[in-house]
Every structure is written in structure tokens, then in C-alpha cells.
């Protein structure tokens, strides 16, 4: 039964490239900061010996459902955010290796009332916290025009976002944009027919970044597992957009996610992590199978 209720769940992306990239050692202590349905987890309990320990974060409590019943799991249910308080507080200051795979779950995706997706008529949610008193309505119906122009533009990455928001706070003017069929027809005019979907993605992801604080948390996790890991520990990382993808890259290179590293007197840089070869995507087997995978990228740093 609870295989079933994980695949429908979430199906893990890139599962074998992903665990093998930590090089699990059999007593070693891992992480896996994006739970959801339990296949990454699964897979490194799988490799795990009596000795070893894996520690699970997942912020949706809707991932609780897929506790995995094993002596050496432990499943927190809080933002990946807070990784090293939390290790610290269960007894571990360091550990060997760290997995993540970012973005939304199937199952947030696949539930109407979440608000993710862009295929149901909703409320507009799309918290990954049901718990937060913050959620898409908010952004949407409280924010300035220009603060709404800035996240469309910088997390959405859409040309037309000063107009976009121009029309909202146009429409919130006459009455609050409470579902996502009239925030749609509130953008009517920047939908056309054959575009329609992709500008709309653009837009749901725009703003779940900004509900969820999804690049700041983002941030404060990476910045982190440079202390969490021991030497020779390894980041295992998935990342679903350019903006994500961008962060993780700069950070496993030059461990900053802006400029250059600091050099020494003979021009070497002090950088936490090394990258492990080039980026990892999905087979077209793979992306058949699952769809959702297509714009997965893995990248695999070692810590130094």
C-alpha cells in the first residue's frame, strides 16, 4: 500500500544518478532535504548498513504520510532552511553526504486546492507550508505594482511584467483576485492561444517562489552545508529552473553566489567544495516516463 501511495505521491527524478553521486558509505550519517514521497530516501536506505543513519526534511506536512517505518530514518517536518539547527538539536554537527531535489512535488502539483498548478480551477494558494498565514493571494492582492512588477520580471523572468502587474492591481482595484481563473483573465491580454501555457507556468512559478521565499531559503541551505558536511562529503543536487541551477552552480564553484573567491598570495582561491564532473539530465527514456523530469539538472560537489 505504501508503495503505491508514494508513487503516486511523487515519482523521484534521476534516483539512481542522484544517490550514486553521494557515494553512500555504508555507516555514514546522510540527508535528504526534499522528502515528499520517499524515493531518494528509499534508495539511500537501500544502501544504508545497520550502523548508518539517514535524516529527512520535508516543510509540507503532507509528506508525513510517507514516513518510512526504518530504525535508521528520521523525518523532520520543517524548511530545509533551518538544516544545521535541527541536525545540531537530533545530535549531529556534521554529516556525509547531503541530497536535495528542489521544485514542487508531483503530489503538490497533482492537488487542485494547492493552488500549483496551472491545468485546476483554485484558490490561490500555493504554499508549501500549509501552516503560513502567507499564500499567492497575498502577493497578488497586497503587493505594490511595482513590487508585483519585480517578482514577475525577476522570478519569472517575463518581458511583459510591468504591464502584468499593472492590470492586476487594474482588476484588485474592483474586486480581490481570489482564484486562479481570475487572476487568468485578468492577464487575458498577455495569454495568447499558442503561449498561453508557458507564460502561465512562468507566472505560477514567479510567484511560489516569492510565497515560499524559495531562492532565499535556498540560499541559507547551501550556505550552510559547508559546515553540515564533513571533508570529503558530498552535495547530490537538483535543480528544476535557470534560477535555482544558478545558484547551486556558482556556489559549488566558488562557494558565493556573486563574485569571485578571495585568492592567496599565489593566486589560489579557498573554495569549499570542488564540482564532480559536468551536470547530470535526464535520459529521454526517463523524460517519457515521467515528463516532469525534463528540466531537471543534477550537479555533485565533494566537499574540500
Do not use: C, W
Request: charged content about 30%; proline content about 4%.
Amino acid at each position: 500500500m505504501l508503495a503505491m501511495q508514494t508513487m503516486e505521491y511523487h515519482r523521484p527524478v534521476l534516483l539512481h544518478e542522484t544517490v550514486d553521486g553521494l557515494h553512500i558509505q555504508p555507516e555514514g550519517v546522510y540527508v535528504d532535504v526534499t522528502f515528499g514521497g520517499g524515493g531518494h530516501s528509499k534508495e539511500i536506505l537501500k544502501r544504508l548498513g545497520p550502523g548508518g543513519k539517514l535524516i529527512a526534511f520535508d516543510q509540507d506536512i503532507d509528506a508525513l504520510e510517507n514516513a518510512i517505518d526504518d530504525p535508521r530514518f528520521l523525518l523532520i517536518n520543517e524548511n530545509f532552511r533551518f538544516l544545521k539547527r535541527f541536525l545540531r538539536f537530533y545530535g549531529y554537527t556534521q554529516v556525509d553526504g547531503i541530497l536535495g531535489d528542489f521544485g514542487v512535488s508531483s503530489h503538490q502539483f497533482d492537488v487542485a486546492e494547492r493552488g500549483f498548478s496551472t491545468r485546476f480551477e483554485a484558490d490561490l494558494d500555493m504554499r508549501m507550508n500549509t501552516s503560513s498565514d502567507f499564500s499567492a493571494y497575498d502577493v497578488i492582492n497586497t503587493y505594490e505594482q511595482q513590487q508585483l512588477r519585480d517578482v514577475l520580471f525577476n522570478y519569472g523572468e517575463l518581458r511583459t511584467a510591468a504591464g502584468m502587474a499593472r492590470v492586476i492591481v487594474e482588476a484588485r482595484s474592483e474586486q480581490p483576485i481570489r482564484t486562479s481563473d481570475q487572476l487568468k483573465k485578468a492577464l487575458g491580454r498577455f495569454l495568447p492561444k499558442h503561449r498561453e501555457n508557458k507564460i502561465l507556468a512562468q507566472v505560477y512559478q514567479a510567484i511560489r517562489i516569492e510565497v515560499n521565499q524559495e531562492l532565499e531559503a535556498l540560499k541559507e541551505f547551501l550556505q550552510q552545508t559547508a559546515e553540515v558536511l564533513k571533508p570529503g562529503g558530498r552535495l547530490s543536487l537538483i535543480s528544476y529552473h535557470s534560477l535555482e541551477d544558478r545558484l547551486v552552480k556558482r556556489f559549488m564553484r566558488n562557494g558565493l553566489f556573486e563574485g569571485e573567491p578571495e585568492k592567496d598570495v599565489f593566486g589560489r582561491a579557498e573554495v569549499p567544495f570542488k564540482p564532480v564532473g559536468k551536470f547530470i539530465l535526464p535520459s529521454e527514456e526517463e523524460i517519457k516516463e515521467n515528463p516532469r523530469a525534463r528540466s531537471a539538472k543534477l550537479r555533485i560537489a565533494v566537499k574540500l
